[in-house]
């Protein structure tokens, strides 16, 4: 039984190490995430655990059945109402935002690693879009209750990318493969690719959450964990049977688990504890494996260049992207910046990186390479930085217990939505806007934000500042009125 005791023996110490240095590096800020993938470089051959696993197709299967339990977590999680604010620009985000950010990142990357345009491109694409995995972890740990708008557009959009970083991903490695000497075949079967990802993953994710939640909602009540792993089991298969057709299991498992969610969240309601763990168990093993994978006296070789590519999508593609697709919905520049800033990297790109290895292209393992680079760099900078940017750029809600400030954010008096901005000008001293001098205080708050208002923004009015307060709905149902020091006193 030695051929059973010694691995499943070094896997769970590595595995209960890790999680146990994970709980104590959240302390001081430290992804816990980079722990594991750290800690999976460690055991590797050019660590003390000296393992040599260069096994990349169960790397890929581990990785591709991971990020659809994290994708259906945070389907389930993502509730209808927040596609009032976030919807639309992350829809631009996942489409738009990943082709831009792939092309800036591919033609720097061409220079900095003097690579051919199309393999430039192609590590651009590997690394384009944001990871879910990341994105919903770092969130929940950061500490930063974000406003509406702002968590809205992130969370759906590292839920809704994926598809198109695999389709351009994909589309490159033909098209690189056909510029091959002896290459046959045209770019018109890669074209189709991008209707068969997003249609057969969006039919296939709809229909298949719709009827999961009409068989969710007859079943008798079932044990927490029961309900789990039904869940589970559902949504790999949907995955599964998106990708015989051609289709993004990505997108179809992310789906489903949204439809279902919303549509029997009492029975499902119940289950999310339990996902917790099923989450956190797929990211901690897929992490550790990727790891492995990673040889460090290889990448520090390229450690560079690659550092300079990490820097140019942090730093250019990323935030260019993002002014780009959120100018038309007008967010604040500060939320801009914080979306920029919070383009987290995970093991999305280093499952992408392992697709031109398995297809035979060439300076695969230098992508690899610069992959894992630039995701151990995202996670280490922007991921450790996620609370502080919040307050610094005024993105984050103060808790309800935090009455200083609670006052500093909202002002020190509260009014009613339903009130007339006529009697509030007048009592205050402020000037009435004419053209809707009779409208009510929330009304004409809605109008002058110009988009879906969320707890938070802020709208000037002489020497005042109105801010929204409280929604119920699409309403603003109470509002917080800041006045200069002095008139305040």
Do not use: H
């Not at 620009?89 to 003097?114: E, F, Q, R, Y």
């Amino acid at each position: 039984m030695d051929f059973v005791n010694i691995p499943l023996f070094a896997a769970s110490v590595l595995v209960f190490l890790s999680v146990l240095s994970g709980v104590v590096s959240t302390r001081v800020g430290f992804p816990v995430l980079l722990v594991f993938l750290l800690a999976g470089a460690l055991a590797g051959e050019d660590g003390p655990g000296g393992y040599p696993f260069n096994d990349f197709v169960l790397s890929f299967w581990v990785g591709n059945a991971a990020l659809a339990v994290i994708l259906l977590d945070g389907g389930l999680r993502t509730a209808f109402s927040t596609f009032r604010t976030g919807l639309k620009p992350s829809l631009l985000l996942a489409t738009l935002g990943v082709a831009i950010s792939a092309g800036i990142t591919g033609v720097g990357a061409s220079l900095l690693l003097d690579l051919d345009w199309r393999s430039g491109l192609l590590l651009g694409a590997v690394v384009g879009s944001t990871d879910a995995a990341a994105v919903f972890a770092m969130l929940k740990s950061s500490g930063a209750r974000l406003n509406e708008r702002v968590a809205a557009t992130l969370e759906i959009e590292s839920g809704l990318n994926d598809p198109m970083a695999v389709y351009l991903t994909l589309a490159l490695i033909a098209v690189i493969l056909q510029a091959q000497p002896g290459a046959t075949g045209g770019p018109a079967p890669v074209l189709l690719t991008l209707l068969q990802q997003f249609g057969w993953g969006t039919l296939f994710g709809l229909v298949a959450g719709l009827m999961a939640a009409w068989l969710m909602r007859r079943l008798p009540p079932s044990d927490a964990g029961i309900t789990a792993l039904l869940l589970v089991s559902a949504g790999l298969a949907v995955f599964a049977a998106t990708g015989l057709v051609g289709g993004s299991g990505f997108l179809a498992v992310y789906l489903f688990g949204m439809m279902l969610g919303n549509r029997a969240t009492e029975r499902t309601g119940t289950a999310l504890s339990a996902m917790d763990g099923y989450a956190w168990l797929s990211q901690a093993g897929m992490f550790l494996l990727l790891g492995l994978l990673v040889t460090p006296s290889q990448v520090l070789t390229v450690a560079g260049p690659a550092l300079g590519v990490a820097a140019l999508l942090m730093l250019v593609a990323r935030p260019v992207a993002v002014w780009a697709c959120l100018a038309p919905f007008r967010f604040r520049p500060r939320e801009i910046w914080f979306i920029s800033w919070v383009g987290l990297r995970g093991a999305v790109p280093i499952v992408l990186a392992v697709f031109p290895l398995m297809a035979g292209v060439p300076d695969a393992m230098l992508l690899f390479n610069v992959a894992f680079v630039v995701v151990v760099v995202s996670l280490l900078l922007q991921g450790t930085t996620i609370g502080w940017a919040a307050r610094r750029l005024q993105v984050a809600l103060p808790e309800a217990a935090d009455e200083k400030r609670t006052r500093a954010v909202f002002g020190d008096f509260v009014l009613d939505g339903a009130s007339p901005l006529r009697d509030v000008c007048a009592f205050y001293g402020l000037p009435l806007p004419e053209a809707q001098a009779d409208a009510a205080l929330s009304s004409w708050m809605a109008t002058a934000l110009g988009r879906p208002a969320v707890v938070g923004d802020e709208v000037p009015l002489g020497s005042a500042t109105l801010v929204v307060r409280a929604m119920e709905g699409a309403r603003i149902s109470m509002v917080g009125l800041k006045l200069p020091a002095e008139e305040a006193a």
